[in-house]
């Protein structure tokens, strides 16, 4: 810079706390109650509601009363750096990941590679929701020592549907959690027996509202609990239920028993086979009344801040829809090609796949309101008519 040169203007200093997380972000309905700030907060001073429909975060002191807290007013600010809700966190974190911001037509968001994939090992394949990608991908990682552990959606040991953050160390541990459940699992929150056993290169298994956490904690700053994210895996998502689906609907107006179902999925309809080998279908209609609160805003189908991205819509029930999105993400994929460890077909060779993809990240940043930031509304198109507008086919 010569003498005669304006000096560059200065970043604007952050010192947004959980007053402004509190007003901005929880109060407004925009929380998904994904856990950064939970797992970030250098002083623990937010809790986390784990009771059935609640899933948000919650401040434990109370000092300055449920919309303030005392070390916000000292100066820290790591919970508003965290969260992936906050003013404009699609920019955020697209710029730290891709080094640019999506255009206003890339719906899914920024990717390099699209692909359907399924893993090698049939029995991986077999316990996997769609393609069993993600179980293979995790223990690839293991075994190529780029993660110690995963943050997965794991299950409560007495309630094979009740969703529970886990640690998952080895192939047993990732198989044993392999499959989806529909309702909610703050997976971040595995972070905090991560960190209690000294383990600190881990990847991340999670939705979309989860996965756009660390590229916003690294692109703001949030400091060193940020730096175990090494590895996000996304799943697409249109929404979540709340855990009274089980019994309001499924039991009380069909009969199904969390107890005795041994599998579900949603493919246009809500699908759900029994361990007696029946299976049965209902409408999804009929399940949107359980749609879970967090969900109701969220503008990300497609998972647009992970390094892979993840779904099983399409025509083929056992390929795993697969969005490669960052350097990262291509190097471990190309490399698992390339030993054998999955299988892997372009995607675009799938033209309802590629439809429904954009399609349902149209109508997931149509529900993101307009009183919040508007990067993730940019280019949307607007509904079309009802007469002809074509209904989604797929989950
Ligand atoms: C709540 C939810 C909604 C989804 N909605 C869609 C959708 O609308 N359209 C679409 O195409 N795909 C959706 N998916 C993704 C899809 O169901 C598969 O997870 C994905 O295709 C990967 O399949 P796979 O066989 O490769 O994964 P698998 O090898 O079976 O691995 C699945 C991984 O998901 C984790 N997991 C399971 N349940 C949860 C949970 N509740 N929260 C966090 N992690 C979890 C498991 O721990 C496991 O690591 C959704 C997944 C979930 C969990
Ligand atoms: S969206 Fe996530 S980080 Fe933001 S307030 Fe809610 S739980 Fe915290
Ligand atoms: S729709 Fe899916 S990605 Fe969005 S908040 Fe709900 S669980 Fe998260």
Request: with cysteine; glycine share 8%.
């Amino acid at each position: 810079m010569t003498l005669t040169e304006p000096a560059p203007p200065k970043a604007e200093r952050w010192t947004a706390q959980w007053k402004e997380l509190y007003a901005e972000v929880i109060t407004t309905g925009l929380c998904t109650g994904c856990a950064g700030c939970v797992v970030t907060c250098p002083h623990d001073v937010i809790g986390y509601e784990h009771a059935e429909g609640k899933y948000i975060p919650f401040h434990l002191e109370q000092e300055l009363g449920l919309d303030n807290c005392i070390h916000g007013e000292k100066g820290c600010t790591t919970c508003t750096r965290a969260c992936p809700r906050f003013r404009a966190w699609e920019p955020a974190a697209d710029m730290h990941l891709f080094g640019r911001t999506r255009e206003p037509d890339e719906m899914a968001g920024i990717w390099r590679q699209l692909y359907l994939t399924r893993a090698s090992d049939d029995m991986v394949h077999k316990i996997g929701q769609d393609g069993g990608f993600v179980s293979a991908m995790l223990i690839w990682l293991m075994e190529h020592n780029y993660i110690e552990a995963a943050m997965v959606g794991g299950v409560d040991d007495d309630d094979a549907w009740k969703a529970k953050p886990v640690l998952a160390h080895n192939k047993e541990e990732v198989l044993a959690t392999a499959g989806s459940r529909y309702t909610y699992c703050a997976t971040p929150l595995a972070l905090l027996t991560a960190k209690q056993e000294g383990l600190s290169k881990l990847a991340l298994v999670g939705m979309g509202c989860q996965t756009s956490s660390p590229p916003v904690m690294w692109d703001r700053k949030a400091g060193k609990e940020s730096r175990p994210f090494l590895f996000n895996i996304g799943l697409l998502c249109s929404k979540t239920f709340d855990d009274a689906i089980f019994p309001e609907l499924f039991e009380a107006k069909y009969g199904l028993k969390k107890s005795e179902m041994a599998k579900m999925n949603i493919k246009g309809v809500f699908q759900i086979w029994m361990k007696d080998g029946a299976y049965h279908e209902i409408d999804l209609k009929e399940c949107h009344q359980w749609t879970r609160q967090g969900c109701k805003s969220c503008p990300d189908f497609a998972a647009e801040h992970s390094d892979i991205a993840t779904g099983g819509i399409g025509l083929d029930n056992d390929w795993t829809l697969t969005i490669v999105r960052t350097e990262l993400g291509e190097e471990v994929i190309n490399r698992m090609i390339a030993d054998g460890s999955i299988i892997a077909r372009p995607a675009q060779e799938d033209k309802e796949a590629m439809r429904l993809l954009r399609l349902l990240s149209i109508v997931s940043r149509r529900r993101w309101p307009e009183f919040a930031d508007k990067a993730p509304s940019v280019g949307v198109p607007p509904p079309k008519k009802k007469a002809d507008a074509p209904a989604p086919s797929a989950h």
